[in-house]
């Protein structure tokens, strides 16, 4: 399979879940990936496991609430690989917390992370695709929670919403430069940002129509999906891979 041959993607948060299945996965499609992470080691373990499979790989330290980290990391890809064709802007965290413990600092952190990074990754990488004469694509990762509100999670619902958002907008203005801008909105996804309370994970398993939680594999074909010719036709949209979460009330 070498449909993404010659293409150069950024992950953030290709450590770990999601990102790291959906490195594994453009590498598996002839894509170069450089997997950035906060966690330098486990990013640094996805990309020696693509090398060692014959793919080309390469990982990168950032933080991705901070801008001029985003912009480096881009430059950096751009250097090394000799062109840039898009980043999966997918690093995120949550942080529960009822309305009224909201206090600023838990609602600029998730913000900062979950939202402003992604502003960071599509402004830095779109700047970078149009210098250097490229083409190419942009996945967010946005969330149910991006559409549905849930408690404890006033700032995630505001972060996610804004990704959604994002995603319409940005594509709107860089499709003349044959960039296309497309997001996903994963359901409860069995990853370590869920944490390790088992009831807890019970009851949200249960929320999806076939009782269980998503693989981090299944959300990262879709993204994979998302940055081939073939989904040339999808621009803007952010595509539901929930298992059905939302679509009844009461199960
Ligand atoms: P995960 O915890 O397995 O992976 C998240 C990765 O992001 C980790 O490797 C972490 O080190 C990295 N990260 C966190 N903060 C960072 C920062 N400031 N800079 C750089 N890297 C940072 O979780 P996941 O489930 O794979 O999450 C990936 C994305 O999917 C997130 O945006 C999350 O909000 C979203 N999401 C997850 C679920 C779910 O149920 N797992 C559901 C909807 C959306």
């Known amino acids: 399979m070498s449909e993404l041959?010659?293409?150069?993607?950024?992950?953030?948060g290709g450590a770990s879940g999601i990102g790291k299945e959906a490195a594994l996965q453009l590498s598996g499609k002839g894509a170069s990936v450089v997997v950035a992470d906060f966690n330098e080691s486990g990013a640094k373990e996805v990309a020696e496991q693509i090398n060692q499979a014959g793919g080309s790989?390469?990982?990168?330290?950032?933080?991705?609430?901070k801008g001029e980290e985003i912009k480096a990391l881009?430059?950096?890809?751009?250097?090394?690989?000799?062109?840039?064709?898009?980043?999966?802007?997918?690093?995120?965290?949550?942080?529960?917390?009822p309305?009224?413990?909201?206090?600023?600092?838990?609602?600029?952190?998730?913000?900062?992370?979950?939202?402003?990074?992604?502003?960071?990754?599509?402004?830095?990488?779109?700047?970078?695709?149009?210098?250097l004469g490229?083409?190419?694509?942009?996945?967010?990762?946005?969330?149910?929670?991006?559409?549905?509100?849930?408690?404890?999670s006033f700032n995630y619902n505001a972060a996610k919403a804004a990704v959604v958002m994002m995603s319409k907008s940005g594509a709107l203005e860089l499709a003349e430069h044959g960039i296309r801008v497309v997001g996903v909105a994963p359901g409860f996804i069995d990853t370590?940002?869920?944490?390790?309370?088992?009831?807890?994970?019970?009851?949200?398993?249960?929320?999806?129509?076939?009782?269980e939680l998503i693989k981090p594999e299944k959300v990262a074909s879709v993204v994979t999906f998302l940055f081939t010719d073939a989904a040339s036709a999808i621009n803007g949209q952010t595509i539901p891979v929930e298992d059905g979460f939302l679509s009844y009330k009461i199960r």
């Not at 790989?57 to 609430?65: I, L, R, T």
């Not at 490229?134 to 404890?152: E, K, Q």
């Open 134 to 152: 490229a083409t190419g694509t942009i996945v967010n990762t946005a969330s149910i929670y991006g559409t549905a509100a849930a408690v404890g």
């Open 74 to 97: 881009i430059d950096w890809t751009a250097e090394k690989f000799g062109t840039f064709n898009g980043i999966f802007n997918n690093a995120g965290i949550g942080l529960v917390k």
């Open 57 to 65: 790989a390469a990982h990168y330290k950032v933080d991705v609430s």
């Open 192 to 211: 370590p940002i869920l944490g390790d309370d088992q009831e807890a994970k019970d009851y949200l398993a249960g929320q999806h129509m076939r009782g």
């Open 99 to 131: 309305f009224l413990e909201m206090d600023p600092e838990s609602y600029h952190r998730v913000i900062d992370v979950d939202q402003h990074s992604v502003y960071y990754g599509m402004y830095y990488g779109a700047k970078k695709m149009v210098e």
């Open 5 to 12: 041959k010659g293409q150069v993607v950024v992950v953030t």
